[in-house]
């Protein structure tokens, strides 16, 4: 009603006639679909009036001169400029919107005022966000800290519920069964164990409003498997193409017994073996022949 009123006594010199279609174009150019008004408009949550004011203060001074008066399209083209202008100036000096963050969470304290719809448009990303994974050795310590990148509300109670799924990676809220609640977004394992595998989940209330989920898929590394890989590793690395050990670069020492401790162990072996034996077994020839290959395979594995 208030463009038809504003736009009543719009001549067209091109066309040397009354139009209002022309005059609702020069409307739509110059405020409904300038991006700089749009973009003006972009205000935060909670100045939708202060918006609504700002746009009834520059575009009556226009209506109340021209409406209802027969002008000519260069003085309302003039006139809707500087309008547009003002506009601009002053509602670019309104809080801004936050804007959204993805990639999930109702934000609520994000959006922005949509000035061409006149409406609040709220940030419309899923509230389940994606699996978090995160591995750890069997009895170490692992910590999972529940937040998001957005601002989070400071007019309610904010609580973080822990749900765990074992064994499985999941989004399927059915699975999971609360393990903890309240105001701490941190949850810690002290010594983590293999039962601890699965899939964690942190839900953030507002209130009784759900803000976002997040999920994070816990795998726990027994520790013999740890050692296993470590070792088959250091096997690996010592080993050129061909199955031929790197010369000069010996496996590091703190990962294999030493040549003395091999060497005597094989003589005691040895020692033992002839003991069992006895001196009515072996005849003087057999021991002198045992006692020498005794001292040539405890010197060959001591050179080892």
């Not at 309240?182 to 949850?187: A, K, P, R, S």
Request: charge should be negative.
């Amino acid at each position: 009603m208030q463009s038809v009123r504003l736009c009543s006594g719009y001549i067209s010199t091109e066309k040397n006639v009354q139009s209002m279609d022309d005059c609702f174009k020069i409307l739509d150019r110059l405020f409904n679909f300038n991006p700089k008004v749009i973009e003006a408009g972009r205000v935060g949550l909670g100045y939708k009036d202060q918006l609504k004011d700002t746009m009834q203060e520059t575009i009556l001074p226009v209506m109340n001169e021209l409406g209802g008066k027969t002008n000519p399209d260069t003085v309302y083209e003039s006139k809707l400029q500087t309008a547009a202008d003002n506009f601009i100036a002053a509602a670019s000096k309104l809080p801004r919107a936050t804007r959204c963050i993805p990639p999930c969470g109702f934000q609520t304290q994000d959006g922005h005022y949509d000035c061409e719809k006149c409406i609040y448009d709220s940030c419309n990303f899923p509230l389940d966000c994606p699996v978090e994974k995160i591995t750890v050795d069997e009895n170490d310590p692992t910590q999972m800290l529940c937040n998001v990148p957005f601002a989070l509300p400071t007019d309610t109670k904010l609580i973080w519920s822990w749900t765990f799924a074992e064994q499985v990676q999941t989004r399927q809220v059915e699975l999971f069964e609360e393990i903890t609640a309240g105001e701490d977004n941190l949850y810690s394992i002290s010594s983590t164990k293999t039962h601890h595998q699965g899939t964690y989940q942190c839900e953030i209330y507002s209130g009784k409003v759900s803000i976002v989920r997040n999920y994070y898929f816990l795998t726990v590394t027994p520790h013999v498997v740890a050692g296993h890989s470590e070792l088959q590793e250091i096997f690996e690395l010592s080993l050129l193409p061909g199955g031929r050990l790197r010369s000069g670069s010996p496996l590091p020492s703190q990962h294999l017994p030493s040549r003395v401790l091999i060497g005597i162990c094989f003589t005691s072996l040895l020692v033992l073996l002839l003991l069992a034996l006895g001196p009515t077994t072996l005849g003087s020839q057999m021991e002198k022949v045992a006692t020498q290959r005794l001292r040539r395979l405890s010197g060959f594995f001591i050179d080892c």
